[in-house]
């Protein structure tokens, strides 16, 4: 009877169940390291239960109109960000090599310069569509990193982050708040090695609707499961209590210049 059990909780165990699409191991493989933040910006985490067809998908530009894939659209947004962060002047570590498409980003002597590629376009399309690529990877990077950190996200009532992100069956509203004053203090390694920060900042909004992360500096709020317009006036209205303070007011991100790449709150 013992070694029954023994054997059965060994099975048990080694049994998983894929956060995305929810297949099992024993149907699929879940051989490849999901990294929830790329490990190319740095990201040490990954998630045992991605099955290799979903991370292959955020990865794959065939997913993406053979353009850019879902990761990239979320690597290009914070390169910048995170080259400023890297305390000056210091050896870098070598965690995390990006060679972006969009931005040159130089630093020397404290000093960092920057210049936009050619392939970088203003365009309306263009805009709305890495956007909507990089909201994507966003719910791409908190999911994997809620799951992993709270425990969460097997639960049907988060389905539309699924539907969103993996499927891109339904549109989700992501919000930006842009900074006034002030800047996380960060530990030293936090740009190195990026973190994804839920709850450790009194002004981060959370309830069993929407969610507020801060990655490098930068905050962004979102719904998780489903909800109405009065949910979100609701949400958009507490929010602004606990950030009136030290931010502008949300805006819904609709472009990829919405976003203060380089943290502009920095030069003052």
């Known amino acids: 009877m013992c070694a029954s059990n023994n054997m059965a909780k060994k099975s048990y165990d080694i049994v998983k169940m894929c956060l995305w699409c929810g297949a099992m191991s024993m149907d699929v493989p879940f051989n490849k390291k999901a990294h929830t933040i790329p490990k ?8 045992k239960f991605v099955c290799d067809s979903c991370n292959n998908y955020f990865g794959d530009r065939a997913s993406n109109n053979n353009k850019y894939s879902i990761e990239e659209a979320l690597k290009e947004t914070f390169i910048i960000t995170r080259t400023r962060l890297l305390i000056p002047g210091k050896i870098k570590r070598k965690v995390g090599r990006f060679k972006s498409k969009f931005f040159e980003v130089k630093e020397k002597n ?15 399309g263009f805009q709305n569509e890495l956007c909507h690529s990089f909201k994507r990877g966003l719910y791409k990077m908190f999911f994997e ?14 389905d539309i982050i699924r539907a969103f992100a993996r499927y891109n069956k339904i549109y989700l509203p992501v919000f930006y708040f842009r900074r006034k004053i002030g800047i996380l203090a960060l530990i030293e390694s936090e740009a190195e090695t990026p973190i994804l920060l839920f709850d450790r900042i009194k002004y981060l909004f959370s309830d069993d609707k929407f969610i507020e992360i801060e990655f490098l500096g930068h905050v962004f709020g979102f719904p998780i499961t489903d909800f109405n317009t009065v949910d979100l006036q609701n949400y958009l209205v507490e929010s602004s209590k606990l950030k009136i303070s030290f931010f502008l007011p949300a805006i819904e991100l609709k472009k990829l210049t919405d976003i203060d790449f380089t943290l502009s709150i920095m030069n003052n």
């Open 145 to 158: 990193e809620f799951n992993l950190q709270k425990g969460f996200g097997m639960e049907a009532k988060y």
């Open 110 to 124: 404290g000093r960092y310069s920057l210049s936009i590629k050619h392939q970088f376009k203003f365009s309306p």
């Open 40 to 47: 190319s910006l740095g990201g040490q985490n990954y998630n």
